[in-house]
Structure formats: structure tokens, C-alpha cells
């Protein structure tokens, strides 16, 4: 079963707004990630977010982890048009056999930037 | 070389067709992965090589048949598929290192799979 769920599942702004999509899961992790995936294609590395973290930047990316919620927001800044892809969370669960190895991926937010 | 490279990019083949994936990564990675993901959903993990070892198989059907010749080297060999296993087959890579560090996995760009 999945572990992350993500909210909203589509999200569709204008360019030059702010996105957020946030991310749930249930059980204690070691790190949440995110991916994002344009159609058809691979998935590519955003940000990785360690449990004991709260914050991070990466130029127009901040990620927030609330491990007390059990919660992550991605907030993607001043969108622009090739922003359009699909975004996964994907948590590293310290309950699974080699943690580090496995990830279980949310069902993911669609957001669409539009010119 | 940050890539992960997969082969062929499109593929369809019949239900009593064998055919295989093949990805390949040069980073160094000692963690290599297979996931399948269907239309507008996550992908899902299939098989996790760690080290050149099958670690992690979630309960996949013997029709796919995981190989890892070398650390740099992953195939998934397909026999009498079914036309639902029709999907995007990415493969992935990571640093493999202990559970104490963190892996970024890297992702290929994925075969997709037709089986008529």
C-alpha cells in the first residue's frame, strides 16, 4: 500500500504564481523526497528532506517536513511554464528491511503552469 | 556520467514472445531497481539488486525474471506476458550505501511496454 498521499491531485496556476502540494504519510521515515515526473518519461530528483529536518531550499523549491503531522509541503516559486509535470513524494519508511533501499511513492499532484 | 540509460525506449511484443529491458548506469551505483507504473499512477517497485544481489522482490510474477550481470548492468528478462503488464518499465539506481546514509535514487527513462 502506498505510503504517501499527496493533495491536491491536479493543480493548475498561471505563470509567475506560487504552487504548494503537500504530502501525508503514516509511519516514522528516514528521509521524504521529491520526484517529478514529466508525461511519459523518467522520474528526476528534486529535494531530499531528513527526518530531522524542517526546512529546505533549492533555488525556487522549499520543503517543509512536519514529522510530528506526518507531513511534507513542496512549494515551487514564481512557476513557470516547463514547471508542468507531475510531482511525487516519496518517503524512505524505517520500517522496511534496508530502509535506504526502498522508497514508497505518493499517488502524486499533476500541476499544469499555464503561459 | 549522472545518467541512467534504458533499452529499447518502446517495445510490443506478443503474449508468447521473450523479450528483455535492459538498463545501465556508470556512477558507481550499488543499488538498482525496477519499477512499473501504469497510466496517471505512482510507479511501483518491483525488484531491488543490492551489491549484485536480488535484496528486494515484491512479490512479482515469474513471467519477469530480474538479472544483474554486473554493478553496472540490470535486465529484466519478459516471457508470456499478459496485455495488463502494458506499462512504463523505469529503472533506477542509487549509492546503495548503508542504511545510515541517504539515497537519491536516479531514474532512467523508461521502456514502454505494449503487449498485444
Known amino acids: 500500500s502506498q505510503q504517501g498521499e499527496e493533495d491536491p491531485q491536479a493543480l493548475s496556476i498561471q505563470e509567475g504564481e506560487n504552487a504548494t502540494m503537500n504530502c501525508s504519510y503514516k509511519?516514522?521515515?528516514?528521509?521524504l523526497q521529491w520526484y517529478r515526473q514529466n508525461s511519459g518519461r523518467g522520474l528526476v530528483h528534486l529535494i531530499l528532506?531528513?527526518?530531522?529536518?524542517r526546512e529546505k531550499h533549492s533555488g525556487r523549491l522549499r520543503v517543509t517536513l512536519d514529522t510530528s503531522k506526518k507531513s511534507s509541503s513542496l512549494l515551487i516559486t514564481a512557476s513557470r511554464a516547463a514547471d508542468t509535470a507531475s510531482y511525487f513524494c516519496?518517503?524512505?519508511?524505517?520500517?522496511?528491511?534496508?530502509?535506504?533501499?526502498?522508497?514508497?511513492f505518493g499517488k502524486g499532484t499533476k500541476l499544469t503552469v499555464n503561459p | 556520467d549522472t545518467e541512467v540509460t534504458q533499452t529499447p525506449k518502446h517495445l510490443v511484443m506478443g503474449m508468447t514472445n521473450k523479450k528483455s529491458l535492459k538498463c545501465e548506469q556508470h556512477?558507481?551505483?550499488?543499488?538498482m531497481y525496477w519499477y512499473k507504473q501504469k497510466a496517471k499512477k505512482p510507479p511501483e517497485l518491483m525488484f531491488v539488486?543490492?551489491?549484485?544481489?536480488?535484496?528486494i522482490n515484491e512479490s512479482v510474477p515469474s513471467r519477469f525474471s530480474p538479472e544483474c550481470p554486473n554493478s553496472s548492468l540490470l535486465n529484466l528478462h519478459l516471457h508470456a506476458l499478459q496485455p495488463e503488464d502494458s506499462a512504463l518499465y523505469l529503472c533506477?539506481?542509487?549509492?546503495?550505501?548503508?542504511?545510515?546514509?541517504?539515497?537519491?535514487?536516479?531514474f532512467g527513462p523508461g521502456t514502454r511496454l505494449t503487449v498485444l
Open positions: 533506477a539506481s542509487s549509492q546503495g550505501l548503508a542504511r545510515s546514509s541517504y539515497n537519491e535514487q536516479f
Open positions: 528532506i531528513r527526518s530531522n529536518e
Open positions: 516519496a518517503t524512505d519508511p524505517t520500517w522496511t528491511q534496508g530502509g535506504s533501499e526502498k522508497l514508497v
Open positions: 539488486y543490492s551489491y549484485e544481489k536480488l535484496s
Open positions: 556512477m558507481g551505483h550499488r543499488a
Open positions: 509511519t516514522s521515515i528516514n528521509n
